[in-house]
């Protein structure tokens, strides 16, 4: 039987590798997709924000709100994350930014909101296509 330390090593591992699946399939559906998202698409944003929301709060009760600083400061692999989050989460709200505008969505909200990273963008990504799906 696995302790409690081996299981979650393991999760760790295993994990960041079976995350990609679900990401190649959105994108590969994504592309094969009509010029309209298909009814009800906002779930799955919405879901993405839900499920690193709960997998994020043990992370935070265990190393606090702060604790992803350690992570991306101590090593060059860390700080390219970093960056790397930084720069999509920016390219992102410059490409979501005019959709976002049309539907009167309160920006200054919604730029706080990526504050908590891809959370933050998945919850605002979630909102805008139920908006859009709404006004259609």
Do not use: C
């Amino acid at each position: 039987m696995l302790e409690t330390k081996e299981l979650i090593m393991t999760l760790l591992t295993l994990l960041p590798i079976l995350a990609i699946i679900p990401a190649v399939l959105i994108a590969v559906v994504a592309i094969r997709a009509k010029s309209r998202p298909p009814r009800h698409i906002w779930i799955i944003p919405a879901l993405f924000s839900a499920a690193l929301t709960a997998w994020t709060i043990p992370a935070i009760i265990q190393e606090g709100p702060l604790g992803f600083l350690a992570a991306h400061a101590q090593t060059l692999w860390g700080n390219q994350v970093w960056f790397d989050l930084l720069m999509a989460l920016t390219m992102a709200w410059v490409l979501i930014l005019p959709r976002a505008k049309a539907l009167g969505m309160n920006l200054p909200v919604w730029l706080l909101s990526l504050s908590l990273g891809s959370i933050g963008f998945a919850a605002m990504l979630a909102r805008l296509l139920y908006l859009e799906e709404k006004k259609a």
